[in-house]
C-alpha cells in the first residue's frame, strides 16, 4: 500500500522544512497547558477508585460464597 510509505515521507519533509526557532515555538505551544478542566480529572480519578474497590469487594464476595458452598 502507497499510503503508509508517503505519509512517512511527507511528515519527515515537513519536519526537515522547520528552522529550529520554529521547531522551539512549535515545542511552547505543546506545552501551553492542558484543556481538560481540573473537575473531570479528578471525577474520573474518583471512578477509577470506585471501579477498582467494587472489583475488589466483588472478587472478595465470591471468593467467601465458593468457600462457604465448599463447606
Known amino acids: ?5 508517503t505519509i512517512t515521507t511527507i511528515l519527515s519533509t515537513i519536519v526537515l522544512a522547520l528552522t529550529p526557532s ?3 515555538a512549535a515545542a511552547r ?4 497547558g492542558s484543556t ?4 473531570l480529572i479528578w ?8 471501579l477498582a474497590v467494587s472489583f475488589i469487594a ?3 464476595i465470591q471468593k467467601s460464597k465458593k468457600s462457604r458452598m465448599g463447606q
Open 1 to 5: 500500500m502507497l499510503t503508509g510509505p
Open 58 to 60: 466483588a472478587s472478595y
Open 29 to 32: 505551544e505543546l506545552k501551553s
Open 43 to 50: 471525577s474520573v480519578g474518583v471512578a477509577l477508585a470506585l
Open 22 to 24: 520554529d521547531r522551539w
Open 36 to 39: 481538560v478542566p481540573p473537575w
